[in-house]
């Protein structure tokens, strides 16, 4: 001993120590464990027998141990069962976990007192086996409950065994667990099922309290008191007792969901016991859990679904051409051929170019030819969404996220989750929104609003911008990483004054739309003037204005006749050979050469094949679109060398 710490002699102290010695002897034979504690020095100064045999060391072993080491799962309950100590006459505490090197954890219920006068500062403690004592308990309710003499009980258990041997046959041949308790809550018999669910014998369970074996503590772990016992209910009432919610407890400690029924035994009117039927439910609470995790799964899908079709409906009103690009120039020639090389890729694609251009069919044609074709393309309009609607609107919220939140919302990102997200007019989305953009395009995560789990998807993005975003780069108008996250690919869409050789097939496409849309009975046709006024115009809303002017003709038009009004202050100004511009009548548009009349002629005749995919005359050929006779076409085509077969599917 320490006795420069402890202030005592070492006479005292070997004394002391000697006293504690033959208290701990004392109590050799004990059914349970005693031993001494010094709490200041944190030493366990004797051991019993019953204690290193309960505890599963050596004395040698258990004195060596600290207290806090012994105790170091419950360090709290011990402080303050040691504070009651030394200021009171004790404390029971009713569990504690004691750690040791070979048997792991150990349950045990412990009285602690100090030991001696007032000034000592020692304690005893003595340790139960908690699961001795919970059958200890159990069986003393159940007497408190159920009181009979012997002659009662030999008759119980006569009237038990007469039942199990008369039912043997039916008992081994059963599925469920089956087994007997008398009115004292002892078990009486137990089927092979039953042993085979619980782990345990007959032999070692008849005569022990059923309810301490099998049905201690609740799901939770909570103890479960006997007099709450469905089982034993049935002494009381008389009826039976049918539970689906609870579980067994297993030879190795494990669990297991049950139902079971209990049904009440009499003999001559009185209750004798009770015979229970299990069942193990958790391959059917698998299968619950399972299809209800399946029906949540249905149900999101089924939001997404209708989700995603309001919106495709939505799209569908705007009249887009989704399925080809118009044209044969080399601008449009250039755009089809980055779009062969990007699609089947997951590159980022940023596309420039006017309001008007086809931004948006350029990237509908990425989308459908990428291997996400069968999963929906998201258009975002950047420009109409409010800066305190950013986050709602990309990401989703929670029902209550903020006032107006009656219900939850799937975001863009969510609702394009596996396919594509186009992202128009990007170039107008607010600095202080473009960050939280970038960081789900760099870890494509994102939290809806009002929640804390994270979504994680996979999405494609394709943007947008009729801006220069370079300049906006250099305003700080416009985060330079972003547009790198975003520029992977750039596409430009040229301008429609740039390719004026693709007018004459947008033109007749347009026309057509027109028609079948306003319900014209008399189809009006593009001449050969119509086609050369609609080239020399400089269209500065491009396809976009040039499909209205067609439109706007085709309402006004009487006789098949089309008549362009096209404003004269959006015409070029047409320079003389010194460069100055002309006025009056010389402004008016030269007459073209024949030549250039041909090319016209060529290139319409070219188109309308296309379009009938090779067929010359008859419904749906290429006269019925040219509006004109199947022998004349015959003869330009032969004319101008063309050979229909070149446009057949």
């Known amino acids: 001993m320490r006795n420069d710490e402890t202030g005592h002699a070492d006479g005292d102290v070997t004394g002391q120590e000697s006293e504690h010695l033959a208290a701990t002897a004392a109590f050799a034979d004990a059914e349970f464990g005693v031993i001494v504690v010094d709490p200041f020095d944190d030493r366990i100064l004797a051991a019993s027998r019953p204690a290193t045999a309960l505890i599963g060391v050596s004395e040698a072993e258990l004195l060596g141990m600290s207290v806090r080491g012994l105790f170091r799962t419950a360090i709290a309950d011990l402080f303050t069962m040691t504070l009651a100590c030394l200021d009171g006459p004790g404390q029971w505490q009713s569990e504690f976990e004691l750690l040791t090197p070979n048997r792991g954890p150990v349950l045990v219920e412990c009285h602690a007192s100090r030991s001696g006068p007032e000034d000592a500062r020692r304690i005893v403690m003595a340790l139960f086996d908690a699961r001795k004592m919970r059958r200890r308990h159990a069986r003393a309710e159940l007497a408190a409950m159920y009181r009979g003499d012997a002659a009662t009980i030999r008759e119980t258990d006569r009237l038990f065994r007469d039942l199990e041997r008369g039912n043997r046959l039916i008992l081994n041949a059963a599925g469920e667990g089956i087994y007997g308790v008398n009115r004292f809550g002892q078990t009486t018999f137990l089927n092979p099922a039953g042993e085979r669910m619980l782990g345990w014998k007959a032999e070692e369970i008849v005569g022990q309290v059923a309810h301490d074996i099998m049905h201690h503590s609740q799901n939770c772990g909570d103890p479960y008191p006997i007099e709450d016992c469905p089982i034993y209910a049935a002494f009381k009432d008389g009826a039976v007792h049918e539970v689906r919610d609870e579980v067994f407890w297993r030879k190795d400690g494990t669990s297991f969901p049950v139902e079971y029924t209990s049904t009440p035994i009499e003999d001559e009117g009185k209750p004798v016991g009770a015979v229970v039927v299990f069942r193990d439910i958790s391959k059917r609470r698998e299968q619950d859990n399972a299809l209800k995790t399946a029906l949540e799964e249905v149900q999101k899908l089924r939001a997404r679904l209708e989700m995603e079709k309001a919106y495709l409906l939505d799209e569908l009103g705007e009249h887009h051409n989704r399925h080809e690009i118009v044209g044969s120039s080399p601008a449009i020639a250039h755009v089809v051929q980055q779009i062969d090389l990007v699609a089947p890729t997951e590159a980022t694609v940023l596309i420039t170019g006017e309001s008007g251009t086809g931004k948006e069919l350029i990237a509908r044609a990425i989308h459908n030819a990428s291997p996400r074709r069968n999963r929906p393309l998201i258009r975002v309009n950047c420009a109409a969404i409010p800066a305190e609607l950013f986050e709602s609107e990309f990401f989703g919220h929670v029902r209550g996220a903020f006032t107006g939140a009656v219900s939850a919302r799937a975001g863009r990102f969510e609702l394009a989750d596996g396919g594509t997200l186009f992202l128009d007019e990007v170039g107008e989305l607010p600095l202080e929104q473009q960050?939280?953009?970038?960081?789900?395009?760099?870890?494509?995560?994102?939290?809806?609003?009002?929640?804390?789990?994270t979504m994680n998807v996979d999405v494609r993005v394709i943007a947008a911008t009729n801006r220069e975003l370079r300049n906006a780069i250099m305003e700080q108008r416009f985060r330079e990483d972003l547009y790198f996250r975003l520029a992977v690919f750039p596409i430009h869409s040229a301008p429609l004054r740039e390719r004026p050789e693709d007018i004459p097939p947008l033109a007749s496409v347009f026309l057509e739309r027109a028609v079948a849309r306003l319900n014209r009975t008399i189809a009006p046709r593009l001449s050969v003037a119509n086609i050369e006024q609609l080239q020399t115009y400089h269209w500065p809303g491009n396809i976009r204005e040039l499909e209205n002017v067609i439109e706007r003709a085709v309402i006004v038009s009487q006789d098949g006749r089309l008549h362009f009004d096209l404003p004269a202050s959006r015409r070029p100004a047409q320079r003389d050979g010194r460069g100055e511009a002309l006025s009056?009548?010389?402004?008016?548009?030269?007459?073209?050469?024949?030549?250039?009349?041909?090319?016209?002629?060529?290139?319409?005749?070219?188109?309308?094949?296309?379009r009938s995919m090779g067929k010359v005359s008859g419904p749906g050929g290429a006269a019925e679109h040219l509006d004109m006779k199947a022998t004349t076409l015959y003869a330009r085509i032969k004319r101008f060398g063309i050979d229909p077969r070149d446009y057949k599917g």
């Open 435 to 453: 960050g939280k953009l970038l960081r789900v395009l760099q870890e494509g995560q994102f939290e809806r609003v009002g929640d804390n789990k």
């Open 584 to 610: 009056g009548e010389a402004a008016q548009p030269q007459i073209s050469k024949r030549s250039d009349i041909h090319k016209l002629e060529s290139d319409a005749i070219v188109s309308a094949l296309k």
